[in-house]
């Protein structure tokens, strides 16, 4: 050790650290997309965990007096109550997009869990394995990627009816190829690592070589892949509920409200305009949110 840095190291053992508000808003400013997706994300998920709470209307009463009643704050009249107006019923608009945020994240997340689930295990046995496990799970997977998922989705649910729970099962049970390709690829790198065979050497049995040596580098991935998946859940959610096939016309739903404001586009542009919009932000807080939870843990993404 030089001179210098024996002069140089008191003084910066002395320095006092930066303020939690300094820090908060140097991380604010080096991923600002990132912040972006975390808030949109916090609105969808706040709005559906206490929509009881903030929505000021039932979001099922309808009123034939306020049939497509504009927003307050663009009503001439000045006789509209309803922040976004009203909908061909006359229910809250506003009310019925905090309740439709419920069934868009259900939707998402359990979807998201069940093709994790299924994916990660498949993805595991495949790449650890390899030899006719590997050949048979990924010949699986390709059969599954070659059906298009709106036509498989069309098909199951013209037989079996609509439903939310059903959608989410077509969901999960569609899209585990994805988790699995990704997993089986970093597992066959992980396994050939040094570490994996000194666990081996010292008797490390396959459960526990795969449970604390390779799933938690993996979960990263995981991670960022589930969260890209969820915002495509919603969107295609939204897109079978549009098209008659998904959640119950009575149940709050952005993708029925959609459906319902076609014959109205050109008249109470407030039907169709809003709840896109909604549909249009929590999907892009999601995608910021996978995209900034890729860069930080991606190893490519920092050379």
Not at 159 to 186: D, H, P
Request: proline residues 5%.
């Amino acid at each position: 050790m030089t001179s210098l840095q024996l002069e140089q190291t008191p003084q910066q053992i002395s320095q006092p650290k930066p303020s939690l508000l300094k820090r908060i808003w140097r991380f604010i400013k080096k991923n600002p997309a990132g912040v972006a997706g975390m808030i949109l994300v916090l609105l969808s998920i706040s709005a559906a965990l206490f929509s009881q709470w903030i929505a000021p209307f039932d979001p099922s009463k309808a009123s034939l007096t306020s049939r497509l009643a504009p927003p307050s704050w663009a009503d001439d009249t000045g006789e509209s109550v309803f922040f976004l107006g009203a909908d061909q019923v006359g229910r809250d608009l506003f009310s019925r997009i905090i309740y439709g945020a419920k069934i868009s994240l259900m939707v998402g997340f359990f979807g998201v869990l069940i093709s994790l689930v299924i994916g990660t295990i498949l993805g595991l046995v495949a790449g650890y394995f390899g030899k006719w496990l590997d050949d048979f799970i990924m010949r699986v997977a390709d059969i599954q990627l070659a059906f298009p998922f709106i036509l498989f989705a069309i098909v199951i649910m013209s037989v079996l009816g609509t439903g939310i729970w059903k959608i989410i099962i077509i969901l999960g049970l569609t899209y585990w190829v994805g988790f699995a390709r990704l997993i089986r690829g970093e597992v066959i790198s992980l396994k050939e690592q040094e570490y994996i065979h000194a666990a081996k050497a010292i008797g490390g049995t396959t459960f526990t070589i795969i449970r604390k040596h390779i799933l938690p580098n993996v979960m990263s991935s995981i991670l960022v892949l589930g969260t890209m998946y969820i915002a495509e859940f919603i969107l295609l959610e939204a897109s079978l509920t549009f098209l008659g096939l998904g959640v119950d016309p009575t149940i709050p739903s952005w993708g029925g409200m959609l459906a319902d404001s076609r014959n109205y586009v050109t008249t109470a542009w407030w039907t169709a305009t809003f709840p896109g919009i909604a549909i249009m932000l929590t999907v892009l807080g999601f995608n910021l949110l996978g995209d900034w939870l890729r860069d930080k843990f991606d190893p490519n993404m920092k050379l």
